[in-house]
């Protein structure tokens, strides 16, 4: 099994443009995590999927995060328009149960900086 | 690499002793913890957990302690080894909400 697969690794832009973190979780999961990772706030939950359906995204931070699970095998979290404060590391988890943080298995994380 | 850790707090010990990272959280409700290693390049990695109506819990080479009276949890780490070097970070939940701890920087030293 590949894993929790994101792309891209690294991404750099400018302020005020579109940014799209992308995740294909382990197959056969039916939770979908993003997280945020930053120094000052360590990680954070976002928002969450369950069979491709939103049910939390009380951590989304503004109207300017969205987040889409067209499918059971793809993710986006989208950023318009970026900030430089939303540089950060993302990572997508994904789990086969339930929200469990034990049934939890990360990505390699996407590190955005936005200039 | 994916991590942050630029400027944690920093544990340096020599290879074969034990490691202490100490974690202190902040909602007496919390009913279960976790411990996380992240290394470089790579995400949080479940290590060992432990409930609220237990106060030690033993894996392999590592121990969590959790003193719920002063909402404090440990992880040792026995026998430090080179691949124990990353970053370990404590989260602490209650039902489905969850709040992760800032992180130590372990470097074993040879």
């Known amino acids: 099994d590949a894993g929790v697969i994101q792309s891209p690794r690294h991404e750099v832009t400018e302020m005020g443009q579109e940014v799209t973190l992308r995740c294909k979780p382990i197959?056969?999961?039916?939770?979908l995590f993003w997280y945020r990772q930053t120094m000052m706030r360590g990680l954070e939950l976002l928002i969450y999927?369950?069979?491709?359906?939103?049910?939390?995204d009380s951590g989304m931070p503004e109207d300017r995060f969205s987040a889409k699970m067209p499918n059971a095998s793809f993710s986006t979290l989208k950023i318009q328009p970026s900030e430089p404060r939303d540089s950060a590391v993302y990572f997508c988890?994904?789990?086969?149960?339930?929200?469990?943080?034990?049934?939890?298995?990360f990505g390699p994380g996407t590190r955005l900086t936005v200039l | 690499g994916e991590s942050v850790g630029l400027h944690l707090p920093t544990l340096s010990v020599q290879e074969g002793d034990n490691s202490i990272i100490n974690c202190a959280y902040s909602?007496?409700?919390?009913?279960?913890f976790i411990w996380y290693k992240q290394e470089s390049g790579k995400g949080p990695q479940f290590i060992i957990d432990?409930?609220?109506?237990?106060d030690k819990r033993q894996g392999q080479r590592v121990t969590v302690l959790l003193n719920k009276t002063v909402k404090h949890l440990s992880l040792q780490i026995a026998a430090t080894q080179p691949g124990d070097s990353a970053v370990y970070f404590c989260?602490?939940?209650?039902?489905?909400?969850?709040?992760f701890g800032p992180g130590t920087r372990l470097s074993a030293l040879p």
């Open positions: 197959s056969g999961h039916d939770y």
């Open positions: 999927f369950n069979n491709n359906v939103p049910i939390d």
């Open positions: 989260a602490e939940s209650h039902g489905q909400n969850f709040v």
């Open positions: 909602n007496s409700a919390s009913d279960y």
């Open positions: 988890a994904s789990s086969l149960a339930g929200v469990r943080l034990n049934e939890q298995f």
């Open positions: 432990i409930r609220s109506n237990m």
